[in-house]
């Protein structure tokens, strides 16, 4: 396999990355880049080293992520934003890519980051009871 990847595997993967929380059908992205299905799947599995699918899956879990890091939203409405209409589909998915559910993975993150300055003049004992 040579360095430069195929410009119409770059198509796909620019589609791909500005729609990836959209459904995602492959005749579609085969035909925009006129080729049949099969060697579209061929072809980008053997440049990228996944198949659409999996790449797509990546990218919404990999935003999934961040947006459990980054934002209050809750866990549906997260999956939802990713692409993923099903929440139990969405947990389970998670877990196996995570190690750990969404909620463990939000509130494990945030445990493992430098705690907060207490305020000036705080009695931390009053403050935890």
Same mark, same amino acid.
């Given at each position: 396999m040579g360095n430069a990847i195929d410009p119409r595997v770059k198509t796909v993967l620019a589609l791909l990355d500005s729609g990836w929380n959209e459904p995602v059908k492959l %005749?579609?992205?085969?035909?925009?880049?006129? &080729?049949?299905?099969?060697? =579209? !799947?061929?072809l980008f599995k053997e440049q990228i080293g996944c198949c659409v699918r999996e790449y797509v899956? $990546? &990218? $919404? *879990? !990999?935003?999934? /992520? =961040? &947006? =459990? &890091?980054?934002?209050?939203?809750?866990?549906?409405e997260i999956s939802t934003l990713v692409g993923i209409s099903d929440r139990c589909n969405f947990n389970h998915? *998670?877990?196996? @890519?995570?190690?750990?559910? %969404? @909620? @463990?993975?939000?509130? @494990?993150?945030f445990s493992e980051r /430098? %705690?907060? %300055? /207490? $305020? !000036?003049?705080?009695? =931390?004992?009053s403050v935890a009871s």
């Open positions: %005749p579609d992205l085969a035909d925009r880049v006129g &080729l049949g299905q099969s060697r =579209l !799947e061929h899956a $990546r &990218l $919404r *879990f !990999e935003n999934a /992520a =961040l &947006l =459990l &890091l980054g934002t209050h939203l809750t866990v549906k998915s *998670f877990k196996r @890519r995570f190690g750990m559910s %969404p @909620r @463990r993975y939000r509130s @494990r993150q /430098a %705690p907060l %300055p /207490a $305020r !000036e003049g705080a009695d =931390l004992q």
